[in-house]
């Protein structure tokens, strides 16, 4: 009796320990910690900053984003923002070339380098899934070692970030509209969506959004991206859960190991620049980017070709994919990769949930939680069951003076007192 006991209680306590996945629509919180992707052989960790306002749908069906409405954990019309948990490579914004000066933004500023992100090499190999050394460079000028500050960390030759990626990471980074300040160069010449007056800067980080509303911008759709001023001020303001200083980028050690260009604030621990996707917006530094720097101040004279500045790259998650982990940073949560084509939580070809797939993974958790429920509830049924036989068969052989003996050793009724014809030998007898 005690062995079914024993049995029963084992099923029930590893079916308690069953649990469904995390899912990212409603367990992932501000601060957790998310690994997807490696870079320098190393798996990248990511880190939840904020959840940003979905306010529409472009021509494209990709979810259009204001970066100034934002909450602290997740609600329906919101998309988390993931930011890398340190910087994983130095490279410069953009080229310092003269070979395609008339082509895309370099055309409007002569043999100088670019801050106009949508263009910039960095968006391209951000965004590219291209083979090394097939990158398209959509401003025309390649990232070479001649063409870069002191000729550091060219990257002409290197696969698209992508390619660091597996297929199923990739289409839970959802593309998305959002906006970008315009430089000089492109607001003077009307090419920008919307705003009234050029962006005004300001080196203190509480103080980077003054006028961000009225700002000259553009619309522009990445997967991965650099975060602009308002972004980067929302991590300060988020410093109360993601730290007061996370805002400031700290390399990686694989960055360090891997950068031509070597300081000694590169060391383990310290902080370093990195780049914004914001331009310095002044007709006199047309080819200056915004950074932060390793002191916290938002610099705005980086020049754009230079490769000593972090890359910290940036992505909003779809809010339908599955986990395990624990969302920390020792063990951070992990997307469940599957082979079978009907996984729930992973998004189609066309970058977004399909209806009939959102419904089959709502269905499959319900259904989940529904049959764990009912396995428990019988466990306990049957536990129920056998203590009320027990009880009434020892209160009826208690209370029974003629009540038959049975065998103690097989539990099998006694013949003519202590003969036990299922073991065949003479025995004591219990009632």
Not at 317 to 329: A, C, I, K, P, Q
Request: charged letters at 20%.
């Amino acid at each position: 009796m005690k062995k079914r006991y024993l049995n029963l209680a084992l099923a029930l306590a590893m079916l308690c320990a069953l649990s469904p996945p995390v899912s990212a629509k409603t367990f992932i919180q501000l601060g957790n910690y998310v690994q997807m992707g490696t870079y320098y052989g190393e798996p990248i960790l990511w880190r939840v900053a904020a959840f940003e306002k979905i306010v529409g749908y472009d021509a494209g069906g990709n979810p259009i984003i204001d970066s100034t409405d934002t909450v602290t954990e997740y609600q329906d019309g919101y998309l988390p923002l993931l930011l890398s948990d340190k910087i994983i490579c130095l490279k410069a914004f953009d080229a310092d070339t003269s070979i395609n000066s008339i082509s895309g933004s370099h055309s409007r500023r002569g043999s100088y380098e670019s801050n106009y992100w949508t263009d910039s090499n960095i968006r391209s190999w951000l965004n590219s899934n291209e083979s090394a050394g097939n990158v398209t460079w959509l401003c025309g000028n390649p990232p070479t070692n001649d063409s870069l500050w002191c000729n550091f960390n060219e990257y002409d030759q290197e696969a698209g970030f992508l390619t660091n990626f597996t297929p199923d990471e990739i289409n839970l980074v959802k593309s998305v509209t959002q906006k970008s300040i315009a430089p000089y160069s492109e607001y003077v010449n009307g090419i920008y969506d919307s705003g009234s007056e050029a962006y005004t800067y300001d080196s203190n980080i509480s103080d980077i959004v003054q006028n961000y509303a009225d700002a000259y911008s553009e619309q522009v759709t990445d997967k991965f991206f650099l975060l602009d001023v308002q972004q980067i001020n929302t991590v300060y303001n988020n410093g109360d859960v993601l730290g007061s200083i996370y805002y400031i980028g700290e390399p990686t050690d694989q960055c360090r190991e891997n950068s031509e260009y070597k300081e000694p604030d590169t060391s383990s621990g310290q902080k370093w620049s990195e780049w914004l996707r914001s331009p310095n917006t002044d007709s006199d530094y047309d080819c200056f980017t915004l950074c932060i720097d390793s002191s916290g101040t938002v610099r705005n004279t980086a020049r754009s070709h230079s490769g000593g500045v972090g890359v910290r790259p940036a992505f909003f998650l779809s809010e339908n994919v599955d986990f395990d982990g624990h969302g920390t940073r020792n063990d951070p949560y992990r997307l469940i990769e599957e082979t079978d084509s009907n996984t729930a939580g992973l998004i189609g070809d066309d970058d977004s949930l399909s209806e009939s797939n959102a419904s089959d993974q709502s269905g499959n958790t319900a259904l989940t939680f529904a049959l764990i429920l009912i396995i428990i509830l019988l466990a306990a049924l049957a536990i129920l069951i056998v203590k009320y036989k027990s009880k009434n068969k020892n209160s009826y052989t208690a209370g029974n003076s003629n009540a038959q003996n049975f065998c103690s050793e097989c539990g099998a009724p006694l013949d003519g007192g202590r003969f036990c014809k299922k073991c065949g030998k003479h025995i004591e007898s219990k009632h």
